[in-house]
């Protein structure tokens, strides 16, 4: 799974994510509370995360490992603002995604990333009404 | 040096923290870009930690393995708030914590938390003045 994972990162195809996601998956937002379930949920928001995150800065620099899942470590910088966070990533034995939990630190990067998320999934949405 | 770790936790002799910590052990906070260094800066600041973290809802429910570092992933709850998050402990070959960092989600939890933290730190710090 990891491998498909970062493969996907570093081609940058990330319109390829949902193929790698389960159709139960549920994914843990840094900022709500609620989570987002289903492939079609959460592929629209790892999109606009992709958009947000990977702006050439992005790296990932740690990894940890669990059972059927892992920790990654990342690191990147918008406007100046250091943003530091995990991917929790835990996958079932057909090596699909079934629980994505994101966290960032420090106070001052989870606010501009939300910023950044909110005006992206608006974009997003705006396209897909179209 | 996981195993110290928990059997602090569980018997809350947490003032026996210091034994746990390399001299020039890092912190990084969930709040604050910038680190706390140093053993008893570090010491002063997870004391605050486990006064507000240790209110009997807290718990470890994942463990992700590193090298020497490990990703505990935690619950708890705060006037019915639901506070999730990690500490990510790295150690040195002498089983002496070098590096904490913490994580929190979602935001609100973290807006909690730092209210909390702020007013902890701020009682410790009146105490050791006296």
Do not use: C
């Not at 987002?36 to 995360?49: E, F, P």
């Not at 420090?106 to 705006?126: E, F, G, R």
């Amino acid at each position: 799974m990891l491998n498909n994972w970062h493969t996907m990162i570093k081609s940058k195809q990330v319109d390829q994510v949902s193929t790698l996601l389960a159709d139960n998956v549920t994914l843990f937002s840094p900022v709500i509370h609620t989570p987002i379930q289903g492939k079609k949920m959460v592929s629209m928001y790892l999109t606009a995360a992709f958009h947000t995150f990977l702006n050439g800065t992005f790296n990932y620099h740690r990894e940890f490992s669990g059972d059927n899942s892992a920790v990654l470590e990342f690191s990147l910088n918008i406007q100046g603002i250091e943003i530091n966070g995990i991917d929790m990533i835990t996958w079932n034995d057909e090596n699909k995604i079934t629980e994505f939990k994101v966290m960032i630190r420090p106070y001052k990067a989870l606010n501009m990333i939300n910023d950044q998320m909110t005006a992206m999934l608006a974009t997003l949405q705006q396209q897909a009404v179209k």
